[in-house]
């Protein structure tokens, strides 16, 4: 025991990296081929129990706006994929490991164009490239160490379950458990230099999750703030990174801004 215990910690020192941008230290225990296949498991499951819009019309300008986002991330490994789901009721997003991408029709309304809608993917893909899940798991799974739990995770088999409900997936239909407060802040911060990449202005930031704010001071606050910071730290934050963002939506082509079809959250069907 005591043989393995230095092992899991040698393994523990041995698995630090760095976020990309914002070059935060990580803890990685988790390879990026299994965090993909669990995205992906977790992916389809979702899509096994929800309505999958299909209309041109709401698809397009999200596939359209994805594309350039997933250009500017630069993953050659990812086989990105974006969906749309219909559930007016959902104001959420999510990207899974491997750029496997939903979009649930009642956001679009707050996002309401282009430029909005640059701003939810920016964030969700920030939260991929960031392998803030895959984080989260090895956080789970060095606190687990010591119960030789580590060893069976990080070799597969009977581990595998293990990792899906450390990643809030398997019981939970593949809905991610929230992540850190530090986590959502640097998903604003990768996703604001992102959608800038890809040629959005990201002054919008600011407008949306503006927007963001008044619709959850209606009632309930939406699943996509879950743990995010407060409005006040949020904006006082995206003004600080914007002067590191500006540049590259200067440098590049500007993409379109196309108002979003707003009805597809209410739409009868």
């Known amino acids: 025991m ?5 092992l899991a910690t040698l393994v ?67 086989q990105w994929r974006f969906t749309v789901i219909d559930d007016p009721k ?9 750029g496997k991408v939903a979009v649930y029709t009642g956001i679009l309304p707050i996002a309401v164009d282009t430029s909005g809608l640059a701003v939810v993917l ?4 920030g939260h991929a490239v960031a392998r803030h899940g895959a984080e989260r798991m090895s956080q789970t799974m060095a606190a687990q160490a010591g119960q030789s739990v580590l060893g069976a995770l990080l070799g597969g088999g009977p581990g595998t379950q293990a ?26 911060h990768i996703g604001l230099i992102l959608m800038a990449r890809a040629g959005y202005d990201p002054h919008a930031a600011i407008a949306f999750w503006q927007r963001m704010e008044q619709h959850a001071s209606g009632g309930e606050p939406p699943q996509f703030l879950s743990t995010h910071p407060s409005h006040g730290t949020r904006e006082q934050q995206l003004r600080v990174w914007l002067p590191e963002a500006l540049p590259y939506y200067e440098a590049t082509s500007h993409a379109p801004v196309e108002s979003l079809p707003a009805q597809a959250a209410t739409a009868a069907r």
Not at 90 to 98: E, M, Y
Not at 176 to 188: G, I, K, M, T, V
Request: glycine share 8%.
């Open 2 to 6: 005591r043989g393995g215990a230095v």
């Open 12 to 78: 523990v020192l041995a698995a630090c990296t760095t976020a990309p941008f914002t070059r935060r230290s990580q803890l990685m225990l988790v390879s990026p081929e299994q965090e993909t296949k669990l995205g992906a498991q977790a992916y389809q499951q979702v899509l096994s129990k929800s309505r999958v819009d299909s209309r041109p019309v709401v698809v397009k300008p999200i596939e359209d706006v994805g594309r350039r986002l997933a250009a500017a991330a630069n993953q050659p490994n990812y």
């Open 90 to 98: 959902q104001v959420n997003a999510f990207c899974l490991p491997g």
């Open 122 to 125: 920016g964030h969700e893909i």
């Open 163 to 188: 990792i899906l409900t450390a990643y809030g997936l398997g019981a939970q239909v593949g809905v991610l458990l929230p992540f850190s407060r530090a986590q959502e802040s640097e998903a604003d």
